[in-house]
């Protein structure tokens, strides 16, 4: 079962890696695009507050952390429902 949770691991990383990549470079035009899933509140600040998120989520599945999941599943679901929304 080890393998079955590096390989979660690994494309959990691998999923917020290009996130971070795309914000990243693209930074203008996803701070644009906050207001029209999470309106009413400051665009940068909830701008930054989802690149920390994703970075943390990261640092703690390299680590081996557990925090590391639950703070995936906290900002898939986050997502999800800024989507949904």
Do not use: N, Q
Request: charged share 10%; hydrophobic share 65%.
């Amino acid at each position: 079962m080890p393998y079955v949770e590096l390989g979660c691991r690994a494309v959990l990383c691998l999923v917020f890696l290009a996130a971070l990549a795309g914000k990243a470079t693209g930074w203008r035009a996803f701070v644009s695009s906050v207001p029209g899933l999470v309106p009413g509140v400051p665009a940068a600040p909830v701008a930054v507050a989802a690149l920390a998120g994703e970075s943390t989520a990261v640092a703690l599945l390299v680590l081996g952390e557990r925090a590391g999941f639950v703070l995936a599943a906290v900002l898939l679901a986050a997502f999800a429902a800024a989507i949904l929304r």
